[in-house]
Nanobody
Framework: QVQLAESGGGLVQAGGSLRLSCAAS????????MGWFRQAPGKEREFVAA????????YYGDSVKGRFTISRDNVKIAVYLQMNSVRPEDTAVYYC????????????????WGQGTQVTVSS
């Protein structure tokens, strides 16, 4: 089992940058594919980005492609989301998730979730 804790959220102006971090605890972190998802008020949880267990492969949702970058550090047992050129529509609670299988982009495939961190982008 793995526990996840997000940090780094906050208020940022449109066009700015923010870096989210997700600290993991538990054994065998490198056995888990990791993902970032987000949920805005009144909307379903949405896939943002995912990264394979070794970090060699990444996937992005269409709305963030070219602006966000996911990375991981299997020594520090953490995963990151670098958010550049943010837009008001990026405002949401961002969740870190883990899956002990090959990488997926589907919410239902992830087994462990953090509590989320709020990101608010002002126009």
């Amino acid at each position: 089992q793995v526990q996840l804790a997000e940090s780094g959220g906050g208020l940022v102006q449109a066009g700015g940058s923010l870096r989210l971090s997700c600290a993991a605890s538990g054994r065998f972190f490198s056995s888990y594919a990791m993902g970032w998802f987000r949920q805005a008020p009144g909307k379903e949880r949405e896939f943002v980005a995912a990264i394979s267990r070794a970090g060699a492969t990444t996937y992005y949702g269409d709305s963030v492609k070219g602006r966000f970058t996911i990375s991981r550090d299997n020594v520090k047992i953490a995963v990151y989301l670098q958010m550049n050129s943010v837009r008001p529509e990026d405002t949401a609670v961002y969740y870190c998730a883990a899956r002990r299988e090959v990488t997926s982009t589907a919410t239902k495939d992830f087994d462990y979730w953090g509590q989320g961190t709020q990101v608010t982008v002002s126009s």
